[in-house]
Every structure is written in structure tokens, then in C-alpha cells.
């Protein structure tokens, strides 16, 4: 299993390109998620999904847009890059134990730069 | 809007000290859980509580669910250069809305 797989792990953007982060999850997770870290921060929550064909808006949506048209994918589009967008971004997916809880799975990140 | 509050923010400590970490909400908790993010890396689990009371010891890693169920600790023994790192909880949001919810963490920084 690879687990949470976030591509690219670098990029650097101009002001006003646009760009699309990659992530897939091979444990057939229906939940998905993608964060933004800001250097020295916690997690804010961009975009989620709890299943193929449903997305809906975390706390910090604007300049993004998400799809998610299968169970293993869930890329996040950045349509045009701001210098405020600059951070590290984690893809993740759930899983609910029988017992509960939520076990969230992350990717390594991908950190970029918009200059 | 549950909100996860997490102290201290930041710790630095000597190898070897003990040390605890808290997260707390207003709100009672379905189940808690704790993850560790070293640098350049994701978050990853450590553990997940459930029920009130619940303690939980991971080697020298000791977690407490409160008995209300709004509020956790995580209190680390003989702390090593390895612990280093940003420790979150986490929890799902009680507005049926499938959020996640993430404190802003305790930057922990072991000196040896």
C-alpha cells in the first residue's frame, strides 16, 4: 500500500499561473481532505469529500476549486496563484474504526511558492 | 463552531525533563486523536481515545481522555531529541458536517 499520495512535492508559480495538486489514496477511503500549513501554524481546512461526486468548503476555500470524480482521487486546482496561497498543502483520508475515532492518513505535502 | 485549544503553544526542555501537553474544548468530544508532525513531513496518529477516562500509554508517550470527554493530555516522559515536533489533536466536527477538526498545536522542541 502506498498509502496518501501527494504529487509534486515542489512548486514554484509566478503570480497568476495556475496549477493542479495531485492526490491519491489506495484505501479505497471514502473521506478526503485537503489542509494548507502556514509556516510556523497548524492545519486549515481548504476542501473535503465524502465520496466520488461530492465536495463541499472547508475554512479557507477561496482561490481554489476541488473535484472528485473517483474514490482514489481528489486533486485540488489553484486557478490564479497569489502570493497568499503560498504554503505547504496536505492531502488526507479517513478512516472510521469500528470502535471510533477518525484516523486520518496524510500525504508528505507539496510546498509551494508563488513569486 | 467546536474550536480545539491546545497549550502550551510552543515548549522547549532539557533531554530528559517530563512534560504535558493539553488540548480542551467547550464542547464534549465524540473521540479525540493525537498525532506528531516532525519537520517536512505529514502529520501522523499516535493515538485515539474513546471513551471518558481512557488512558492510553504509547513507550514513554502517556495519553488521558478527560471524564467529561472535553479535554485530553498527552504527558511525555524522560523527553528525548526525537520528540521534537508539532503535536495536534484532532477531532470530528459535532456539527455533522464531516469535518475534522485540528488544534493549532504545541511546537515541542527537545534540547539535548
Known amino acids: 500500500n502506498a498509502g496518501v499520495t501527494q504529487t509534486p512535492k515542489f512548486r514554484i508559480l509566478k503570480i497568476g499561473q495556475s496549477m493542479t495538486l495531485q492526490c491519491a489514496q489506495d484505501?479505497?477511503?471514502?473521506?478526503m481532505y485537503w489542509y494548507r500549513q502556514d509556516p510556523g501554524m497548524g492545519l486549515k481546512l481548504i476542501y473535503y469529500?465524502?465520496?466520488?461526486?461530492?465536495?463541499d468548503k472547508g475554512e479557507v476555500p477561496n482561490g481554489y476549486n476541488v473535484s472528485r470524480s473517483t474514490t482514489e482521487d481528489f486533486p485540488l486546482r489553484l486557478e490564479l496563484a497569489a502570493p497568499s496561497q503560498t504554503s505547504v498543502y496536505f492531502c488526507?483520508?479517513?478512516?472510521?474504526?469500528?470502535?471510533?475515532?477518525?484516523?486520518?492518513?496524510f500525504g508528505a505535502g507539496t510546498r509551494l511558492s508563488v513569486l | 463552531t467546536q474550536l480545539l485549544e491546545q497549550s502550551p503553544q510552543f515548549l522547549s526542555i532539557q533531554e530528559g525533563e517530563n512534560l504535558t501537553v493539553y488540548c480542551n474544548s467547550s464542547?464534549?468530544?465524540?473521540?479525540l486523536q493525537w498525532y506528531r508532525q516532525e519537520p517536512g513531513e505529514g502529520p501522523v496518529l499516535l493515538v485515539t481515545?474513546?471513551?471518558?477516562?481512557e488512558v492510553k500509554k504509547l513507550k514513554r508517550l502517556t495519553f488521558q481522555f478527560g471524564d467529561a470527554r472535553k479535554d485530553s493530555s498527552l504527558h511525555i516522559t524522560a523527553a528525548q531529541p526525537g520528540d521534537t515536533g508539532l503535536y495536534l489533536c484532532a477531532t470530528r466536527s459535532m456539527n455533522r458536517d464531516d469535518k475534522i477538526i485540528f488544534g493549532k498545536g504545541t511546537r515541542l522542541h527537545i534540547l539535548p
Open positions: 481515545v474513546v471513551t471518558g477516562g
Open positions: 464542547s464534549v468530544f465524540s473521540s
Open positions: 488526507a483520508s479517513t478512516y472510521t474504526p469500528t470502535g471510533g475515532g477518525n484516523i486520518q492518513y
Open positions: 469529500s465524502v465520496g466520488a461526486g461530492i465536495t
Open positions: 484505501m479505497n477511503h471514502n473521506y
